[in-house]
C-alpha cells in the first residue's frame, strides 16, 4: 500500500505566524497515539497502554553511586564534551551479544534511539522519497520521517516478522524506498521477533535492491527465551545501520543510545546532530560508563529478564484463561508488548472506552500504530506486560475479560 503521511483537512495556513511554517508543519496532525493519552493517562487505571520500563526495576541506587563517582574525579563531566571513547567501547563489547562485530569509530552516540531514527531519516531520505514501514509499527518512525514529507509503503507483517515477499514484489513492482525501517526483534507494537530465515532473505534482499535497512533494535537486549537470534547487523553490516537504546535495559531517563554504522556515515550523522544537539548529555554518557565499568549491566539484565519474562507469562496465562477462544494473541520472545486480535467486527478504541470506563483498564488500540487504513488492525490492541507486577497484570486481563466474555457469551450489548 502507498500513501502520503495523512495531511491534517483542516489545517489551512493560518494568520501570522502559523502562516510562515515550512508546509510539512503545517500541515501535520496529531498522531493517534496522542489524541487517545487522555484517556489512558486517567489516574487509577490499570494500565497496560504505554510501553514503560518497570518503575521499581529502574536501577536508581546504582545511578547515584555512578554518578558520584564521575564527579568524584571533578567536575569536568560538567563541561562540553567530545562523545565518551569508553563508552563507544563498552557499546562495541555490547554488540558481540547480538552477533555483530564492529569498531569504536563505527559506534555514534545518541539521545536514545529515537534520534538515532530522526538522524537516519535525515541522512538517507530525500524530501518526498520514499521509505517503506510495516503496516502497524511504533509511531515514532513516522514522527521521524515526517519533515521529509515521505511516501509511505507499508508492507504486511506477520508471525515471522515482515513479510518479505511482499517487499521484494514491492521492489520488483518499481518500489525504490531510501530505506526499510524493521524491529526484528520484540517488535512494537506486534511482539514478534523475525525468524532467522526472514533475517537473512531481508539482509539479501537489502543488498541485492541496494536498499539500506534501519535496524531499530530498541529490545533486542530484552529477550525471554535462550535462542538468541542474530541482529540484522551481524547478517549484513554494510546495507544495515543498527539503532540501539539504553531506554529499555537500563532507564528511558538517562536518553542514551547509539548507531551502529559504516565509519564514513558516521561523520555525517556528527554534522546533522550537531545541527541540532551538541552532545548526549555528558554527564549521563560519564554515569553510564561508570555503571558498566563496574560490572553491573549483566546483573541487572538478568534482574528484568526474568521478571520481564514471569510477567509475560503470567499475561499470557491470564489471557488464556479470561478471554474468549475467538481472541488470539502473539507469544513474545522478546520486548514488551503483546498484541491481541478480537474477533472480526469489534472495534478496539469502541473497546477501550468501555474498558476505561466499566473497568478502569486501559491499552493502546491497533489503529495507533497504523498511519494509514488501519485494516485488520482496527480490532487489535497491544497490551504492554513489563509495567505492571503480576497480580495487577491478572487482575486487568480478568477485567478485560470480563468485558470481551460477558459481551460474546450474552450477545445482546454489542461490544461496538
Ligand atoms: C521500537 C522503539 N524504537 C525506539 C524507541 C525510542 O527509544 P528511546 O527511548 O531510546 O529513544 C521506542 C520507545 O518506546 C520503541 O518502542
Not at 59 to 64: D, K, L, Q, S
Not at 146 to 163: F, K
Not at 279 to 296: I, K, N, W, Y
Request: charged share 20%.
Amino acid at each position: 500500500m502507498t500513501d502520503t503521511l495523512a495531511p491534517n483537512p483542516g489545517a489551512a495556513p493560518g494568520p501570522g505566524i502559523e502562516g510562515s511554517l515550512a508546509g510539512w508543519a503545517r500541515t501535520i496532525a496529531p498522531s493517534a497515539l496522542r489524541e487517545i493519552l487522555p484517556m489512558l493517562t486517567r489516574p487509577g487505571l490499570l494500565s497496560f497502554a504505554l510501553g514503560m520500563p518497570a518503575a521499581e526495576l529502574l536501577p536508581g541506587e546504582a545511578y547515584v553511586q555512578a554518578t558520584r563517582r564521575v564527579l568524584d574525579g571533578g567536575a569536568l563531566p560538567l563541561q562540553y564534551g567530545v562523545p565518551h571513547a569508553a563508552l563507544k567501547r563498552q557499546i562495541v563489547e555490547m554488540m558481540a551479544e547480538r552477533g555483530v562485530d564492529c569498531t569504536e569509530e563505527q559506534v555514534f552516540l545518541t539521545t536514545g534511539a529515537q534520534q538515532g531514527m530522526s538522524l537516519l531519516a535525515r541522512l538517507l531520505l530525500e524530501q518526498g522519497g520514499q521509505v517503506a514501514v510495516e503496516a502497524a509499527v511504533y509511531d515514532g518512525i513516522h514522527a521521524a520521517v515526517r519533515p521529509q514529507s515521505p511516501q509511505i509503503l507499508t508492507v504486511p507483517s506477520d508471525a515471522e516478522g515482515i513479510d518479505v515477499d511482499a517487499l521484494e514484489a514491492m521492489l520488483e513492482a518499481g518500489a525504490r524506498p531510501a530505506f526499510v525501517y524493521v524491529i526484528p526483534d520484540g517488535h512494537n507494537p506486534l511482539g514478534v521477533s523475525m525468524s532467522l530465515e526472514r533475517r537473512v532473505r531481508l539482509a539479501e534482499l537489502a543488498r541485492r535492491w541496494e536498499v539500506p535497512l534501519v535496524e531499530d533494535d530498541a529490545y533486542g537486549f530484552l529477550r525471554y527465551d535462550d535462542a538468541a537470534l542474530p541482529a540484522l547487523r551481524a547478517i549484513d553490516p554494510e546495507w544495515v545501520l543498527y539503532v540501539g537504546s539504553f531506554s529499555k535495559i537500563f532507564a528511558p531517563g538517562v536518553r542514551v543510545g547509539w548507531i551502529v554504522a559504516p565509519q564514513a556515515l558516521v561523520s555525517i550523522l556528527s554534522i546533522l546532530k550537531h545541527g541540532s544537539d551538541l552532545d548526549v548529555t555528558t554527564t549521563a554518557q560519564r554515569t553510564l560508563s561508570a555503571f558498566l565499568d563496574a560490572g553491573a549491566l549483566p546483573e541487572h539484565l538478568a534482574r528484568v529478564r526474568a521478571e520481564y519474562r514471569a510477567r509475560r507469562d503470567a499475561m499470557l496465562a491470564a489471557m488464556e484463561h479470561c478471554f474468549p477462544k475467538s481472541v488470539s494473541w502473539t507469544v513474545p520472545q522478546a520486548g514488551m508488548f503483546v498484541w491481541v486480535t478480537l474477533p472480526p467486527g469489534k472495534d478496539a478504541v469502541e473497546l477501550l472506552r468501555r474498558a476505561v470506563d466499566e473497568e478502569q483498564v486501559a491499552f493502546v488500540p491497533g489503529a495507533a500504530f497504523c498511519a494509514h487504513d488501519p485494516g485488520q488492525a482496527a480490532r487489535c490492541m497491544r497490551l504492554c506486560f513489563a509495567s505492571m507486577p503480576v497480580e495487577r497484570i491478572e487482575e486487568g486481563i480478568a477485567r478485560l475479560g470480563r468485558l470481551l466474555g460477558g459481551t460474546i457469551r450474552i450477545g445482546a450489548v454489542p461490544l461496538v
